[in-house]
């Protein structure tokens, strides 16, 4: 009994914390979605947005620790309880329903596995064209209120006119959209504040969360490549 009490809280803790993560990294998505609609702007808004937050120095490093560690619990979390679910029951990503009430398994539901490992995939591909990507040294320089700093805009438009890239770039989008209808309302059931009267809010709020940034990360891509701004 004591042995499987504690898989039981050991399971309850890896639930935690993949709620825990995921709502942070929900506002991470937040922040990074404003910051990316500064693209539309035009090069002087975003370059001086990128500058100032790579100016912020050791907060920029502390909150890119903690946000890495962030992708990796909630990551790790996510596949142990995901093989756990299907060895015990042959379900998908923690399902919560009882038997009276309307089931909301969903192809988003049922895809959280396959959807964030696609997400992790464009993670390491997004990081190494952005963040590491060429810089002031390659010639990616432009000057912003008498300061020279990387010209981050030339290097992302330069990349969203890249047909193949934009249009990857586009359905990671989808994908990040599929993500979240699930995620953000099942963290808050795995995180005991769910009922009657909320879960029904939490589940409408993850659908409008889910298009929201679909489509206004996915908008900005094609926006380049259908229009050919910035160039």
């Not at 100032?52 to 990796?72: D, K, M, N």
Request: hydrophobic share 50%.
């Amino acid at each position: 009994m004591a042995s499987q009490t504690g898989l039981w809280w050991t399971a309850v803790a890896r639930k935690f914390l993949m709620a825990v993560t995921g709502l942070g990294l929900f506002g991470f998505v937040c922040i990074h979605l404003a910051g990316n609609l500064l693209l539309l702007a035009g090069p002087e808004a975003f370059n001086l947005y990128s500058h100032r937050l790579i100016s912020t120095g050791p907060f920029l490093y502390v909150a890119e620790i903690l946000l890495a560690a962030a992708f990796l619990l909630h990551i790790f979390t996510g596949i142990t309880v995901t093989l756990g679910n299907w060895r015990a029951r042959g379900v998908s990503y923690s399902i919560y329903r009882s038997k009276r009430e309307t089931s909301r398994m969903t192809l988003s539901s049922r895809t959280m596995i396959w959807t964030g490992l696609l997400m992790l995939g464009f993670l390491v591909v997004h990081l190494s064209t952005f963040k590491y990507g060429p810089g002031i040294s390659e010639g990616y320089v432009t000057q912003v209120r008498g300061e020279s700093v990387r010209d981050l805009y030339r290097l992302v438009v330069e990349w969203f006119q890249v047909p193949w890239y934009s249009l990857y770039y586009a359905a990671s989008m989808v994908f990040l959209g599929f993500h979240l209808r699930h995620g953000f309302w099942s963290a808050f059931q795995s995180l005991g504040l769910g009922n009657r009267r909320l879960t029904p809010l939490l589940y409408g709020a993850s659908l409008v969360f889910a298009l929201a940034f679909g489509i206004g990360f996915l908008f900005i891509p094609l926006w380049f490549l259908v229009e050919g701004k910035g160039l």
